[in-house]
């Protein structure tokens, strides 16, 4: 049986949607804002805007703020004294941020349609090919990031956003390097760790390298996704299933 | 231009494990990496490297720091593997850096259960690595297995119950498709054991209770029900020997600690070694060093395996220079005892009979017991080099406690010690496990040294004082040299032949872990714990 999950609906039974700012936005600056979040904030706020003990970004409610001026500010000025950092964004910036921030906790679709598990891991498992390049458990690859907890720290709509829209959910760590060393050599990989001087990566054949950036010709970070959308790739009730599937990643334990 | 995303090309590989059992078996072959806590089975602290020699050892330098996130006790032994160093960061992070630059590739982060309740600090020895899979045991006493790849956790294991006191922090050992562990809190009325999980899927393949119970031979060295909470911990690594397929472990001393008349009796396998299957958990042999002990001697030293002409023929010989004062030489076969002798100060006992027995000595209630609380020697790994024939202590010279036992009701949970140790001079500070950034101890209440005995007649051969005692393991090397640190915050190459000092460097900050060696690039290099952070040597260019 598939059940539609509506997101807005379950979290609007409960009292604290009583200011709903959603909808007020255009969808345009919610795109935009979510682009913006993923390359300024998810660092360390975390995909769903609640990796920060204590801020939830997505539940409308903050200490430091209530509205969406007091946001600006927040976000514009940095809290001092906390590692939350000033942002230099123009007007349409951060009216993007504060729509996206106010529409966080149904971005997407607004309703995640989630299929079931057992089929959703036979399309990971076969058709996605998800284990060519990620981990789960003990199988598949190291070179992505390894599922195997994913669906403990990551929402529905975010997963969903990931498969649609990798190169706008991608975390800035997550990124891939090209690097020609001088000796000609061509190094493809998943940057793990960078200095001024150094890069640590893991290479396509899950090598741990670390290389002094004095012995590199070319050194290249890509901000795209290797990742390749599967919008078109499975069809609506593959990805409900694959979903499904995702949601029961947990851990270990 | 457009980038061309390079993974789509990609093709699963099946990688080749990174450490097989025979490479465990054979690491002395393959001195480039450091694959067990001690450097091999035998558990030697020697590593064949030869590049740093006595002649050019005054031209080590710093290589890199890496400071840990913590200001726990930083007693961690790393482990490398092919370039990649692998390190505890207190209480239970691992962190794999590149060996050499010292820059991470990832950090795994293990919370620990608030239930905790390790006697001496929130600590870790280090991990041990089979296939590409580390292994780690916790301070909240679970065995968590960890991809060496990615720092990715693949199983987490409860061994035992925090909030009865159980802890770990001791390094696992791999034995062919088992990790070995044992556990701490000696302090808490545990009962100890030693037990074995499946490498792959963390399950319990054996269980070795250190404390015998109802009905098994050496419950009747207990009194009544002291059995049920009489410690006997394990906190050091043991060792194997494959040919014999023994593996041996020192245990830890009887609870409570400092009042022997209420657990009456040998308290078996308290303050011993015992000889295990690996594959079984079967008892094959033990020897106990300290019966019924009232001063916290623990056995819980590494147990040094040694293949030599004794007395005309080659033996598997074990070395054992225990926390109780006195260096014992044992059969590794049958647990025999060959031959004893104090190396430091000892006034508990005046000697061994010839089954290895203390003479008891006991001193008047009140006065000083030489070794103190700490013993002669503790945990710090010790080292024997092939080449000198010399086997090398860390120990505490001149030393004393003063014991003060007490009544002691066992309650689940809480402290268990029957009183406690004293300095043997009013008002003084005895030394302890930690110590501030100034010596305020006396000589009159002993000082740290390295002691070389000549395995083949007991005797010393030198001796290196320090002014502070020393809580550093050893490390000897393929080319003489001896490297060893203190609490005075000095990391130092000695000359392993003479114990002429080498070369110097300084660390600012205690010297509480045994330095490791490896090779990349074809360069020698040496790794040490210290302070807060991991400093790794090598020579300038």
Same mark, same amino acid.
């Given at each position: 049986?598939?059940?539609?999950?509506?997101?807005?609906?379950?979290?609007?039974?409960?009292?604290?949607?009583?200011?709903?700012?959603?909808?007020?936005?255009?969808?345009?600056?919610?795109?935009?804002?979510?682009?913006?979040?993923?390359?300024?904030?998810?660092?360390?706020?975390?995909?769903?805007?609640?990796?920060?003990?204590?801020?939830?970004?997505?539940?409308?409610?903050?200490?430091?703020?209530?509205?969406?001026?007091?946001?600006?500010?927040?976000?514009?000025?940095?809290?001092?004294?906390?590692?939350?950092?000033?942002?230099?964004?123009?007007?349409?910036?951060?009216?993007?941020?504060?729509?996206?921030?106010?529409?966080?906790?149904?971005?997407?679709?607004?309703?995640?349609?989630?299929?079931?598990?057992?089929?959703?891991?036979?399309?990971?498992?076969?058709?996605?090919?998800?284990?060519?390049?990620?981990?789960?458990?003990?199988?598949?690859?190291?070179?992505?990031?390894?599922?195997?907890?994913?669906?403990?720290?990551?929402?529905?709509?975010?997963?969903?956003?990931?498969?649609?829209?990798?190169?706008?959910?991608?975390?800035?760590?997550?990124?891939?390097?090209?690097?020609?060393?001088?000796?000609?050599?061509?190094?493809?990989?998943?940057?793990?760790?960078?200095?001024?001087?150094?890069?640590?990566?893991?290479?396509?054949?899950?090598?741990?390298?670390?290389?002094?950036?004095?012995?590199?010709?070319?050194?290249?970070?890509?901000?795209?996704?290797?990742?390749?959308?599967?919008?078109?790739?499975?069809?609506?009730?593959?990805?409900?299933?694959?979903?499904?599937?995702?949601?029961?990643?947990?851990?270990?334990? | 231009?457009?980038?061309?995303?390079?993974?789509?090309?990609?093709?699963?590989?099946?990688?080749?494990?990174?450490?097989?059992?025979?490479?465990?078996?054979?690491?002395?072959?393959?001195?480039?990496?450091?694959?067990?806590?001690?450097?091999?089975?035998?558990?030697?602290?020697?590593?064949?490297?030869?590049?740093?020699?006595?002649?050019?050892?005054?031209?080590?330098?710093?290589?890199?720091?890496?400071?840990?996130?913590?200001?726990?006790?930083?007693?961690?032994?790393?482990?490398?593997?092919?370039?990649?160093?692998?390190?505890?960061?207190?209480?239970?992070?691992?962190?794999?850096?590149?060996?050499?630059?010292?820059?991470?590739?990832?950090?795994?982060?293990?919370?620990?259960?608030?239930?905790?309740?390790?006697?001496?600090?929130?600590?870790?020895? #280090?991990?041990?690595?089979?296939?590409?899979?580390?292994?780690?045991?916790?301070?909240?006493?679970?065995?968590?297995?960890?991809?060496?790849?990615?720092?990715?956790?693949?199983?987490?294991?409860?061994?035992?119950?925090?909030?009865?006191?159980?802890?770990?922090?001791?390094?696992?050992?791999?034995?062919?498709?088992?990790?070995?562990?044992?556990?701490?809190?000696?302090?808490?009325?545990?009962?100890?054991?030693?037990?074995?999980?499946?490498?792959?899927?963390?399950?319990?393949?054996?269980?070795?209770?250190?404390?015998?119970?109802?009905?098994?031979?050496?419950?009747?060295?207990?009194?009544?029900?002291?059995?049920?909470?009489?410690?006997?911990?394990?906190?050091?690594?043991?060792?194997?020997?494959?040919?014999?397929?023994?593996?041996?472990?020192?245990?830890?001393?009887?609870?409570?600690?400092?009042?022997?008349?209420?657990?009456?009796?040998?308290?078996?396998?308290?303050?011993?070694?015992?000889?295990?299957?690996?594959?079984?958990?079967?008892?094959?042999?033990?020897?106990?060093?300290?019966?019924?002990?009232?001063?916290?001697?623990?056995?819980?030293?590494?147990?040094?395996?040694?293949?030599?002409?004794?007395?005309?023929?080659?033996?598997?010989?074990?070395?054992?220079?225990?926390?109780?004062?006195?260096?014992?030489?044992?059969?590794?076969?049958?647990?025999?005892?060959?031959?004893?002798?104090?190396?430091?100060?000892?006034?508990?006992?005046?000697?061994?009979?010839?089954?290895?027995?203390?003479?008891?000595?006991?001193?008047?209630?009140?006065?000083?017991?030489?070794?103190?609380?700490?013993?002669?020697?503790?945990?710090?790994?010790?080292?024997?080099?092939?080449?000198?024939?010399?086997?090398?202590?860390?120990?505490?010279?001149?030393?004393?406690?003063?014991?003060?036992?007490?009544?002691?009701?066992?309650?689940?949970?809480?402290?268990?010690?029957?009183?406690?140790?004293?300095?043997?001079?009013?008002?003084?500070?005895?030394?302890?496990?930690?110590?501030?950034?100034?010596?305020?101890?006396?000589?009159?209440?002993?000082?740290?040294?390295?002691?070389?005995?000549?395995?083949?007649?007991?005797?010393?051969?030198?001796?290196?004082?320090?002014?502070?005692?020393?809580?550093?393991?050893?490390?000897?090397?393929?080319?003489?040299?001896?490297?060893?640190?203190?609490?005075?915050?000095?990391?130092?190459?000695?000359?392993?032949?003479? #114990?002429?000092?080498?070369?110097?460097?300084?660390?600012?900050?205690?010297?509480?872990?045994?330095?490791?060696?490896?090779?990349?690039?074809?360069?020698?290099?040496?790794?040490?714990?210290?302070?807060?952070?991991?400093?790794?040597? #090598?020579?300038?260019?």
């Amino acid at each position: 049986m598939r059940i539609e999950f509506c997101l807005s609906i379950a979290l609007c039974a409960i009292p604290l949607c009583a200011q709903d700012h959603a909808g007020q936005y255009t969808q345009a600056d919610i795109e935009r804002g979510s682009r913006l979040y993923a390359l300024n904030c998810a660092l360390c706020h975390g995909v769903n805007g609640d990796s920060i003990s204590n801020v939830d970004l997505k539940s409308g409610r903050f200490r430091n703020a209530t509205s969406d001026e007091d946001l600006a500010k927040v976000v514009a000025n940095g809290l001092q004294g906390t590692a939350m950092p000033p942002h230099k964004f123009d007007t349409s910036e951060m009216t993007g941020v504060i729509a996206y921030i106010r529409s966080m906790r149904d971005y997407g679709t607004g309703a995640v349609a989630i299929g079931e598990a057992s089929a959703g891991k036979a399309v990971f498992e076969g058709k996605g090919a998800c284990l060519s390049c990620h981990r789960v458990g003990a199988a598949g690859s190291r070179v992505a990031p390894d599922l195997t907890d994913i669906g403990s720290i990551r929402s529905a709509s975010a997963l969903e956003r990931s498969l649609l829209d990798p190169n706008a959910a991608m975390l800035p760590i997550n990124r891939s390097v090209r690097i020609v060393t001088k000796a000609g050599k061509v190094i493809n990989g998943r940057r793990l760790n960078e200095d001024t001087y150094s890069v640590q990566l893991m290479d396509e054949k899950e090598n741990l390298l670390s290389l002094n950036k004095a012995d590199l010709r070319e050194y290249k970070v890509i901000t795209t996704s290797p990742m390749p959308s599967f919008k078109d790739k499975l069809s609506a009730p593959e990805l409900a299933d694959l979903l499904a599937y995702l949601l029961t990643l947990k851990g270990i334990n | 231009m457009t980038v061309r995303p390079w993974l789509l090309c990609l093709i699963p590989i099946a990688l080749a494990a990174q450490v097989t059992s025979d490479q465990l078996v054979n690491a002395a072959l393959n001195p480039k990496n450091w694959v067990t806590y001690n450097g091999s089975y035998m558990s030697q602290s020697y590593s064949p490297l030869s590049q740093i020699t006595p002649g050019n050892a005054r031209n080590l330098e710093q290589k890199w720091v890496f400071q840990v996130e913590s200001l726990q006790k930083f007693e961690s032994r790393p482990l490398v593997v092919n370039g990649i160093m692998y390190i505890t960061q207190p209480p239970n992070d691992v962190v794999a850096l590149d060996a050499r630059t010292g820059r991470a590739f990832w950090i795994y982060r293990y919370n620990n259960s608030p239930d905790a309740r390790p006697c001496c600090g929130s600590i870790n020895r #280090g991990l041990a690595i089979s296939g590409d899979t580390l292994f780690m045991a916790t301070v909240d006493a679970h065995l968590v297995a960890i991809d060496a790849r990615n720092g990715r956790p693949l199983w987490d294991v409860k061994v035992a119950e925090a909030a009865a006191g159980y802890a770990m922090t001791v390094a696992p050992l791999v034995i062919k498709d088992k990790v070995v562990v044992g556990v701490a809190g000696g302090e808490y009325g545990i009962r100890g054991f030693i037990s074995a999980y499946d490498t792959r899927t963390g399950k319990e393949a054996w269980k070795f209770y250190t404390i015998p119970g109802p009905g098994e031979p050496g419950n009747e060295t207990w009194e009544g029900d002291t059995w049920k909470y009489g410690g006997a911990s394990i906190w050091v690594t043991g060792s194997y020997d494959p040919d014999l397929n023994l593996t041996y472990w020192g245990i830890g001393n009887p609870g409570p600690d400092w009042n022997p008349i209420q657990r009456k009796g040998a308290n078996l396998y308290s303050d011993s070694v015992v000889a295990l299957d690996p594959d079984t958990g079967k008892l094959k042999w033990h020897f106990q060093f300290t019966p019924n002990d009232p001063y916290d001697y623990d056995s819980v030293q590494v147990p040094v395996l040694v293949d030599t002409a004794w007395r005309g023929t080659a033996r598997k010989l074990m070395l054992w220079a225990n926390r109780n004062g006195f260096y014992y030489v044992l059969d590794r076969i049958t647990g025999e005892f060959l031959s004893g002798n104090s190396f430091v100060k000892v006034t508990w006992a005046k000697g061994l009979d010839d089954a290895g027995k203390p003479i008891l000595t006991p001193q008047p209630p009140g006065t000083p017991v030489y070794p103190g609380v700490q013993g002669g020697t503790n945990w710090y790994s010790p080292s024997y080099s092939p080449r000198t024939g010399l086997f090398y202590i860390s120990a505490w010279e001149d030393y004393a406690s003063i014991f003060l036992p007490q009544a002691n009701e066992y309650k689940e949970g809480q402290r268990f010690t029957g009183g406690r140790p004293v300095a043997p001079i009013a008002g003084a500070n005895n030394p302890s496990l930690r110590s501030g950034q100034i010596n305020v101890t006396t000589e009159a209440l002993g000082h740290g040294s390295v002691i070389a005995i000549d395995v083949r007649t007991g005797q010393k051969k030198w001796k290196f004082d320090m002014i502070d005692v020393t809580d550093a393991g050893i490390l000897t090397t393929g080319s003489d040299v001896l490297f060893t640190g203190g609490r005075e915050g000095y990391f130092h190459a000695l000359d392993a032949r003479t #114990g002429a000092l080498l070369w110097k460097g300084s660390v600012g900050g205690q010297v509480s872990a045994a330095p490791m060696a490896y090779e990349l690039d074809g360069k020698q290099y040496i790794a040490v714990a210290a302070g807060h952070a991991m400093f790794v040597y #090598g020579l300038r260019e």
